[in-house]
């Protein structure tokens, strides 16, 4: 019966071209190692190990409570106590306790235990990579334009914002390096006309229903035909 479930959850996020790859930190262990309450794991950062353990948005860590006393697992430092993002009840001897970073955003988040505040640990919640399995190819790929430029290309295919303005922002991103193509300018002879179907692209490069890759042969025929000039 499992086995039937299983095939059906996997035909299911083939068809509908699910994630069935997940970031390499999305299931994470630390452990609370005997001896924790000696004040000399807090001198060598061995309280909690690892003392700084690194999870994608969305993943999981779980603490597993190898020692012969009780300890907890809170959010905030000894010095300005729990600032309430996450937190554990006391975890008995020999059991462990899990949470999900969801709706976190990235960055550190420093964590100690309310019964031996010397005790301190670091979680470092990070994006994810972007890898996803692609249903026809299965290419993995990964995200090449920064997430933000999604705002500008909605409000284009929306027309909040014109033509020039969002051709000279993609000129700037190009010219620093923070999009790159690969085709150069050519013509000279140019019409500055956008045609219909970049602007369809770019309105499904916002709503993510296109790759990066898609979009980006839109740029580059903006490129080719100098309608975006790269100086
Ligand atoms: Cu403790």
Request: net charge negative; with cysteine; proline share 4%.
């Amino acid at each position: 019966m499992l086995r039937i479930i299983l095939t059906i959850l996997i035909v299911l996020a083939i068809l509908f071209n699910l994630p069935l790859v997940y970031g390499e930190n999305s299931n994470i262990f630390v452990s609370v190692p005997l001896g924790s309450t000696d004040l000399a794991c807090a001198s060598t950062n061995e309280c909690y190990i690892p003392s700084i353990a690194a999870v994608d948005v969305g993943g999981k860590i779980t603490w597993s409570n190898n020692d012969s006393v009780v300890h907890t697992v809170v959010s905030g430092t000894p010095e300005f106590g729990p600032d309430g993002l996450f937190g554990s009840d006391i975890i008995m001897t020999g059991s462990d306790w899990s949470f999900k970073f969801d709706g976190f955003d990235s960055g550190s988040y420093p964590y100690f235990c309310l019964l031996h505040p010397m005790m301190t640990g670091v979680v470092n919640v990070e994006e994810s990579k972007d890898t996803i399995l692609l249903r026809d190819d299965q290419i993995v790929t990964e995200t090449q334009i920064p997430d933000w430029i999604r705002n500008n290309a909605a409000w284009w295919a929306d027309n909040q914002i014109d033509d020039d303005t969002f051709v000279s922002g993609i000129q700037y991103l190009i010219k620093e390096g923070i999009i790159s193509v690969s085709s150069t300018s050519s013509s000279s002879n140019t019409t500055n006309e956008i045609p219909q179907w970049i602007k369809n692209n770019a309105d499904w490069w916002s709503q993510e229903l296109i790759s990066d890759d898609e979009f980006l042969k839109g740029i580059e025929f903006l490129v080719e035909n100098g309608i975006i000039v790269i100086s």
